[in-house]
C-alpha cells in the first residue's frame, strides 16, 4: 500500500548498499520521497547530493513527515545532521565506536522527537523498509501523537480549496465554533458519525483553553462529537495519511498553520 499525503513535507534517511560505501547514512529533506532518491541515485548532475553523488546505489528507508512548513522541516534536517551543534540536542552523546551510523543517526532522531519544538508537531515516522527497522530504547520513545508507521509514501498534489474538480464548487461551510464561512485552513472530524468543520485556527484555539502558554496543540476535545481527539490525527485526517493508521490499529495487537495561531 501507497500512502498519498497532501502538502508533503519530510525529511528522510538514505542507506547505502553500495560494498565500497556500505552502511553510510545520508539525512535530507524532501517535498516528493520517490523523485528525490531516484535523484539521489541518478547522480549529481540530475539533481543528487554531492554527497551521494556516484556512491550509490541508495535505498530511502526512514522518513519523519507531518512538518506543517518546508522551513520547519529544514531546521529539522539541519539539527538530525549536526546533532552537536544544535543547542536543543547538548545532551545527546556521540557516536560510540560499537555504533553503526544507522544506530548512531537513529538514536538522534530518538532525542528530537522528545523535545520542542518537535514533540509537539503532529509528525508521523514512516520505516519505509523493514528490514533495516530499528525499535525505540527504553525511555526514547516518542510522544503517543507521534505514531510509527510503515510502507511507501507519495506526495499527493494539493486540491484546489475552492472545489472537488473542474466547474464544481464546494459547497458553503460554517464553522462550528465562530459560525464564519470556511473556505480554506479547513479542518473536519475524522470520526464517521461527526459532521464537525471549523477553522483550523479556531479549532486550535479551542484545544489550547487548557494550554493557554503553549502555540500547538496535541490533544482536545472535539466540540462536534465531544470525542478525545488527537491533533496530529486531524491534521493526518486532512492530509490523507490517516487511513494509514487505522490500518496499523486493525493489524496491530501547505501554508505554515503555526503561522495563523499567531494572530
Known amino acids: 500500500m501507497v500512502v498519498e499525503v497532501e502538502n508533503f513535507f519530510g ?4 542507506y547505502c548498499t553500495n560494498p565500497k560505501f556500505k552502511g553510510r547514512i545520508y539525512i535530507g529533506f524532501t517535498v516528493n520521497p520517490e ?36 522551513i520547519a522541516a529544514l531546521r529539522f534536517e539541519w539539527a538530525w545532521q549536526h546533532p552537536h551543534s544544535s543547542r536543543r540536542l547538548s545532551h545527546v552523546a556521540r557516536r560510540t565506536r ?15 522527537l522528545q ?3 518537535w514533540n509537539r508537531m503532529p509528525l508521523t515516522t514512516r520505516w519505509l523498509r523493514q528490514e533495516y527497522r530499528l525499535d525505540f ?12 508507521t510503515f510502507g511507501s509514501v507519495r506526495a499527493r498534489k494539493q486540491q484546489d480549496p475552492r472545489g472537488q474538480g473542474e466547474g464544481e464548487e464546494r459547497p458553503l461551510e460554517r464553522c462550528l465554533l465562530c459560525e464564519g464561512v470556511v473556505q480554506v485552513s479547513r479542518l473536519s472530524c475524522f470520526h464517521p458519525s461527526c459532521t ?6 479556531c479549532l486550535a ?25 488527537l491533533w496530529g490525527n486531524l491534521i493526518r485526517h486532512k492530509k490523507g495519511c490517516y487511513g494509514d493508521l487505522e490500518e496499523i490499529a486493525s493489524t496491530s495487537p501547505q501554508t505554515h498553520w503555526t503561522d495563523e495561531l499567531q494572530v
Not at 531516484?38 to 556512491?55: E, L, M, P, V, Y
Not at 560499537?98 to 528530537?112: A, D, I, K, Y
Not at 464537525?196 to 485556527?201: E, S, Y
Open 35 to 70: 523523485r528525490r532518491v531516484g535523484q539521489h541515485n541518478a547522480g549529481r548532475r540530475h539533481g543528487g547530493a554531492k554527497r551521494t553523488s556516484g556512491r550509490g546505489p541508495w535505498e530511502m528507508i526512514f522518513i519523519v513527515h507531518g512538518f506543517p512548513s518546508d
Open 11 to 14: 525529511v528522510y534517511m538514505l
Open 137 to 148: 530504547a527504553p525511555g526514547l520513545q516518542p510522544p503517543l501523537h507521534i505514531p510509527v
Open 205 to 229: 484555539k479551542h484545544f489550547l483553553k487548557l494550554e493557554a502558554a503553549q502555540l500547538l496543540p496535541v490533544e482536545g476535545e472535539c466540540p462536534g462529537c465531544h470525542s478525545s481527539v
Open 115 to 117: 523535545v520542542a519544538p
Open 98 to 112: 560499537r555504533e553503526s551510523s544507522l544506530q548512531f543517526h537513529w538514536r538522534v532522531v530518538s532525542h528530537m
Open 196 to 201: 464537525m468543520v471549523a477553522h483550523l485556527t
